[in-house]
């Protein structure tokens, strides 16, 4: 098994999308560092984090010990954890049909789980005109999209099967229920799977690295918090 020497640098926050960085990191037992980098006061778009980050959004990482030896940087959620499992190999099948299994449900998080989520909070709760029709599509969305999860925990403890990065890439989002409008006794698979990740200690630890690190007061800063979910 692949190890690591030195720390690999992460450039991130406490949301959903940091929060799966976090996570893949702690389960690795690897060294790594974490940076914060204060959307408040725009450190987002300062030219050393757009090198590695050039979308301007958490999270990313650099690697000093990339392939071949030499340092890379990756950006995008999903990059980062695959990037991170097939490095270490864990957290990723080796089987190919399996590994289509985890790719699907991780795109899926990407491309609708977070994104749909992301809007539901945009308009629901920091948009400075209430619009119900927003407001109704995204939470109806985001209902359909839990059902979805649902549907296909119904038979297995994991989302693709074993414990995987897609389990990884979701869990910050799914246990904001609440605040999304939901009802998560309507999804009693996803509640069980929620509280089952929530007995690994590395999910614990992930989903609370920088909250107790000092920022700009992102609470009062409305501009702030629709960056926030809309990061990756």
């Known amino acids: ?5 030195k ?8 949301t959903p999308n940091g929060q799966k960085v976090h996570i893949m990191l702690e389960e690795l037992e690897v060294p790594w560092t974490y940076h914060r980098i204060d959307i408040g006061k725009g450190d987002q778009f300062k030219p050393d984090f757009l090198a590695i980050s050039p979308n301007n959004k958490i999270p990313a990482i650099v690697d000093p010990e990339g392939p071949g030896g030499t340092p890379i940087s990756i950006f995008e959620s ?11 190999g864990k957290f990723y099948p080796a089987d190919p049909r399996q590994q289509v299994r985890v790719d699907e449900w991780v795109f899926w998080q990407a491309g609708g789980f977070g994104p749909m989520l992301g809007q539901n909070h945009h308009f629901a ?3 400075p005109e ?6 109704k599509r995204y939470v ?5 999209l839990y059902g979805v999860l649902n549907k296909q925990l119904e038979a297995q403890d994991y989302i693709a099967g074993d414990y995987s990065i897609a389990d990884i890439m979701s869990i910050g989002w799914a246990q904001g ?3 999304q409008g939901q009802d998560i006794n309507d999804f009693p698979n996803v509640k069980a799977w929620i509280e089952r990740l929530g007995q690994r200690p590395a999910v614990v630890k992930g989903l609370q690295i920088g909250k107790d690190q000092p920022s700009s007061d992102l609470s009062q800063d409305k501009d702030a918090q629709k960056i926030l979910f809309n990061q990756r």
Do not use: C
């Open 1 to 5: 098994m692949t190890s690591q020497t």
């Open 7 to 14: 720390p690999i640098d992460a450039y991130s926050l406490p």
């Open 78 to 88: 999903g990059a980062i954890l695959k990037y991170l499992a097939t490095k270490f």
């Open 125 to 127: 709760l920091y948009a």
């Open 130 to 135: 209430k619009i119900p029709y927003a407001i």
């Open 140 to 144: 109806d969305e985001t209902h359909r």
């Open 177 to 179: 229920w609440e605040r």
